[in-house]
């Protein structure tokens, strides 16, 4: 798969959200419609991978999600702020 730049990403996050939110401590996800519906959760930060692919959760779960693929990841996004940041500032802040 090619690879993005993180404002392609964006691009393609902003247009069509996350494509899974993690909703529990075990690292299970879903989609974001069914982790709203099903499980009360919505994503409250973003990791962005280099192919696109978007990971959401609840702050309570951040830490979940990006031990997921922790080298993987090229953003974060805060949707409340609207504000991305490269991993490597996330990491930093």
């Known amino acids: 798969m090619a690879h993005g730049t993180l404002t392609n990403c964006m691009a393609q996050l902003v247009e069509?959200?996350?494509?899974?939110?993690?909703?529990?401590?075990?690292?299970e996800a879903t989609?974001?419609?069914s982790a709203l519906c099903d499980h009360g959760v919505s994503a409250e930060v973003i990791f962005?991978?280099?192919?696109?692919w978007c990971l959401g959760a609840p702050s309570y779960l951040k830490s979940v999600a990006e031990g997921l693929w922790a080298d993987e990841w090229?953003?974060?996004?805060?949707?409340?702020?609207?504000?991305?940041l490269?991993?490597?500032e996330y990491k930093s802040a």
């Open 31 to 33: 989609e974001p419609q």
């Open 16 to 27: 069509r959200g996350p494509d899974r939110v993690v909703i529990n401590e075990h690292g």
């Open 74 to 84: 090229i953003g974060v996004y805060d949707p409340r702020k609207r504000e991305v």
């Open 48 to 52: 962005i991978r280099d192919d696109c």
């Open 86 to 88: 490269s991993y490597d």
